[in-house]
């Protein structure tokens, strides 16, 4: 690539670290504020001190890395990192699930955009894939709930 395609992919880090630092600051004033007003936080909140601000930013990068290094969705890798931040199992799948929905439909647009995915092929897999959740999410529910 050109110099100035590097040059943007370059000033995308320091504008995503900037970005970072400011939310994981007001989450974490904002999570000291309902400390001292003796706010009952529930089971699955997620507790943003001054470590975990640091901690988990971190860890989801590396996390992303590897997803993109390994060619799998950020959901899988990071589910379980939401499950050692204290998230409620269901809140974690829920969200692992909408990221690999996210990264998943975005890559295949990209694809279809560059004209590397035939529309035929994509909308046939596409349909089967969605059959397959649906009946993988009846199957799970089921067994779910014989087991409960």
């Not at 320091?14 to 504020?33: C, F, K, M, S, W």
């Not at 699930?97 to 955009?113: D, G, H, V």
């Not at 349909?127 to 799970?140: D, L, W």
Request: charged share 15%.
């Amino acid at each position: 690539g050109s110099f100035a395609y590097w040059f943007v992919v370059t000033m995308a880090f320091p504008i995503l670290i900037y970005v970072t630092h400011n939310v994981g600051q007001d989450l974490a004033a904002r999570h000291e504020e309902l400390c001292d007003l003796g706010y009952d936080w529930a089971e699955g909140d997620v507790m943003w001190t001054q470590e975990a601000i640091i901690k988990y930013p971190a860890l989801c990068s590396l996390a992303g890395v590897a997803a993109g290094m390994l060619g799998i969705g950020g959901g899988m890798v990071k589910g379980p990192l939401m499950l050692e931040m204290g998230m409620v199992p269901q809140v974690s799948s829920a969200t692992s699930a909408f990221m690999i929905l996210f990264t998943s439909s975005a890559t295949t647009m990209q694809f279809l955009i560059m004209g590397m995915l035939d529309k035929e092929y994509a909308m046939c897999y596409g349909c089967i894939g969605f059959v397959a959740a649906v009946c993988g999410q009846k199957v799970v529910g089921v067994i779910l709930k014989k087991y409960r």
